[in-house]
């Protein structure tokens, strides 16, 4: 059985928004485009066109993804409830030992972006929380090594 898969509500936002750019606006400017190249004649030496070509394969792959990411995923609404880390919440953590905290927000495995400070739930720091409170100590299983974090804060 696969993986649930989670967005949050911005997350979903943020894929239709995509979406509806790449159906209204990059498909028409490539087919375009593609006219355009098509249009010089002789396809076999034209770089315009198999650059076209290209970007046509890749742009009509990310509809297919981020169609079927909003089709086949579960929206999570902001219950309020913020007593257990789960998908969808702010979890302020710190290492044991260390003096600066970290804050990440728990999405799904399609919007995890830890450089924006949103991991996954099913990497393994987000794994290991969920589920946990305010003041619990999570273990933490990774490549470097096992880490104990405490839980700071949920919002």
């Known amino acids: 059985m696969a993986e649930p898969s989670y967005l949050t509500e911005d997350g979903a936002a943020e894929l239709r928004r995509e979406l509806d750019n790449l159906l209204t606006v990059k498909r028409p400017e490539l087919a375009a485009k593609l006219k355009a190249a098509v249009a010089e004649g002789d396809l076999k030496e034209n770089a315009d066109y198999h650059d076209a070509k290209e970007q046509q394969a890749f ?15 579960t929206i999570i609404t902001s219950s309020g409830n913020t007593d257990i880390v789960n998908v969808g919440v702010e979890v302020t953590i710190r ?23 949103k991991i996954s739930h099913v990497s393994p720091i987000g794994a290991a929380l969920l ?6 100590k999570v273990e933490v299983s990774t490549p470097a090594g096992k880490t104990i974090f405490k839980i700071k804060q949920i919002k």
Do not use: C
């Not at 742009?59 to 990411?69: D, M, S």
């Not at 260390?98 to 999405?107: A, K, L």
């Not at 589920?131 to 619990?136: A, E, F, I, L, R």
């Open 59 to 73: 742009i009509e792959g990310r509809i297919q993804y981020v169609e079927n990411v909003l089709r086949s995923s």
């Open 95 to 117: 290492e044991e030992g260390g003096d600066e905290d970290e804050t990440y927000i728990i999405v799904g495995a399609a919007e995890s972006n830890p450089r924006e400070g």
């Open 131 to 136: 589920g946990h409170k305010k003041g619990d």
